[in-house]
C-alpha cells in the first residue's frame, strides 16, 4: 500500500499590520528569554568578565577606553543640556540617619532619646566622619559624652538637638573649620549645655 504524500499547507500571506505585530511578539518572546537566561548566567558571567579583566591586558585596556569615552559623552550632552535649558538634576533622596533610643540624662532627668552615630551626626552637618574626629582630637569640637560600647570599638552618639547646634555654628562660619578661632567650640558647648548636656571641659 502506498501511502499518498503529506500536502504542504499553503503559507498564509501576512497583511502589513499583522508581520509587524508577529516581529514585535517575536522580538518580545526573545528578550524574555534572554532576560531569562542572564538572570541565571549573570554572576557567572560577571566573574569571568572580572577575570579577564584582570588576566587580559587588551581587554582591560579596551574597558577602560570605553568608561573614558562614556564619561566624556555624558559631560559633552550635559554642556549641552544646560546650554539650552533643558538640564534638570535629579533630586538627591534624603539622607537616611541610623538612629538608637537609649536612656541618657538631660538635666538632671533620665528620659528615652533618640540617639544618631557619628555617621548621622556627619550627614546632618554635611561633613565627613574623619573630620569630625579630627576636629575633636585637635579641640575644635568637643566630645560627645554619650557612646554606645560594642565589642570592637566604643561608638560616639548625638542627639538631633546636639547635632543641629553643631550645624548652626558651621553655619555661622565660611572658613574651613580647621582656621577657626575657638568661637566655635565655645558656641558648641554653650548649645549642648542649653540641652542639658553636660561636657567635660
Not at 25 to 38: E, G, L, P, T
Not at 100 to 108: A, Q, Y
Not at 186 to 193: I, K, L, M, S, Y
Amino acid at each position: 500500500m502506498v501511502r499518498g504524500r503529506k500536502k504542504n499547507k499553503p503559507d498564509v500571506e501576512l497583511t502589513p499590520h499583522e508581520a509587524e505585530l508577529a516581529l514585535a511578539a517575536s522580538k518580545a518572546a526573545a528578550a524574555a528569554n534572554y532576560k531569562s537566561w542572564y538572570e541565571r548566567n549573570k554572576e557567572k558571567l560577571a566573574m569571568r568578565r572580572k577575570a579577564r579583566y584582570y588576566t587580559d591586558a587588551k581587554y582591560r585596556n579596551k574597558i577602560l577606553n570605553l568608561n573614558v569615552h562614556n564619561s566624556e559623552k555624558r559631560k559633552e550632552l550635559k554642556a549641552l543640556a544646560i546650554q539650552d535649558g533643558s538640564f534638570q538634576a535629579k533630586p538627591k533622596p534624603p539622607r537616611k540617619v541610623s538612629a538608637i533610643v537609649m536612656k541618657i540624662p538631660l538635666k538632671g532627668v533620665m528620659q528615652d532619646v533618640q540617639m544618631m552615630r557619628v555617621g548621622g551626626l556627619a550627614k546632618i552637618i554635611g561633613r565627613s566622619v574623619v573630620a569630625i574626629y579630627l576636629w575633636e582630637k585637635s579641640g575644635l569640637m568637643p566630645p560627645t559624652p554619650f557612646s554606645l560600647n560594642n565589642k570592637a570599638k566604643k561608638e560616639r552618639l548625638y542627639t538631633v538637638d546636639m547635632a543641629n547646634v553643631v550645624l548652626a555654628a558651621l553655619n555661622c562660619r565660611d572658613e574651613k573649620l580647621s582656621k577657626l578661632d575657638p568661637g566655635f567650640r565655645n558656641e558648641v558647648v554653650t548649645g549642648w549645655a542649653s540641652l542639658g548636656v553636660e561636657v567635660a571641659s
